[in-house]
C-alpha cells in the first residue's frame, strides 16, 4: 500500500496537538493509507529536505519564514501574511492560512449572543497574531497589538485604565504553554471585571495561568482547542479537494 504523507513541520513539537488528532481522525473514518509525521526543525531552510508529502502544517516559529519557499499563497495567506497549511500539487507548493477560519469560528461563541466587544488586545506580534488581527479587521473590532519590542503599546505601558476600556484581551504567545504553566503575560490583571473575554491561543493546559487569573475576575474564558480542531479540519478539506 503507498501511504499518503501529511505532517507538521515547527520547533519544538513535542506538545504537539496534531499527530494525535489527526491519527484519532484516520481511525474513526477508517482510513489505513495515510500517515501524519511531525518534522522538527532547527532552521526553515530543512524544508526542502521534506519530500513526497502531499500536506504540511505550519506551527512556531515558521508561519512567516516559510513563505520564502512557497510558489503560491492563497488570497487569504497572502493578506495575512503568515501560512499555517501548504498543499503539494503538481509540482508546487501553495500556502493557505487555516488560523483564521478556526479563529473566527470559534471567538464569536463566546460572548454567546451579547454584544460583540469594541475594542481588543492582541498579545504578540508572531505569524499566529497576524490570523488574529485579519480576523478583528473582519469583525470590525478596533485592537492594539501588544509585544515587548514591537507592536502598538509594550506590556510595561498596559495599565488598569487600558485593560478596562478593552474587553477583549487574546493572547498569542506560547506563555504559560505547558510545561512553562505558572507563567503568563505580564498584566494588569485587576482591571479585568465580569465585562471581559479573555481568550487563550494556548491549549495545554487546558486553563492557563492567564485565563485562571481572568477568570477569578469574572471573565468569561476560552483555550485555543476548538480553534486548534477547526484549522485542522479546513488543513484537510484543502488537501483533499
Known amino acids: 500500500m503507498i501511504m499518503k504523507k501529511y505532517g507538521l513541520i515547527g520547533y519544538p513539537l513535542s506538545h504537539s496537538f496534531s499527530p494525535g488528532y489527526f491519527a484519532e481522525k484516520f481511525k474513526k473514518s477508517e482510513i489505513t493509507d495515510c500517515r501524519y509525521d511531525l518534522y522538527p526543525l ?133 506563555v504559560g504553554m505547558s510545561p512553562h504553566a505558572d507563567a503568563c503575560p505580564d498584566l494588569p490583571y485587576e482591571g479585568i471585571s465580569a465585562d471581559h473575554y479573555l481568550y487563550d491561543l494556548v491549549y495545554n493546559p487546558e486553563k492557563t495561568l492567564f485565563l485562571s487569573r481572568g477568570e477569578s475576575n469574572g471573565a468569561v474564558i476560552k483555550n485555543g482547542h476548538q480553534m486548534l480542531e477547526l484549522q485542522a479540519d479546513r488543513s484537510w478539506e484543502i488537501w483533499n479537494s
Do not use: M
Open 42 to 174: 532547527t532552521e526553515i531552510v530543512e524544508f526542502d529536505d521534506i519530500k513526497d508529502c502531499l500536506g504540511i502544517n505550519v506551527t512556531i516559529p515558521y508561519k512567516e519564514q516559510v513563505i520564502a519557499y512557497l510558489d503560491e499563497l492563497s488570497v487569504e495567506a497572502e493578506t495575512i501574511g503568515a501560512v499555517n497549511t501548504i498543499k503539494y500539487i503538481d509540482g508546487k507548493r501553495i500556502g493557505y492560512n487555516t488560523d483564521a477560519y478556526g479563529f473566527t469560528k470559534s471567538l464569536s461563541p463566546l460572548w454567546d449572543g451579547k454584544a460583540q466587544p469594541e475594542r481588543a488586545l492582541v498579545l504578540g506580534t508572531g505569524g499566529a497574531a497576524r490570523a488574529v488581527w485579519y480576523v478583528l479587521d473582519q469583525l470590525g473590532i478596533a485592537y492594539k497589538k501588544v509585544s515587548r519590542t514591537k507592536g502598538d503599546i509594550t506590556y510595561g505601558a498596559l495599565d488598569k485604565k487600558l485593560i478596562e476600556e478593552h474587553h477583549l484581551i487574546i493572547n498569542t504567545t506560547p
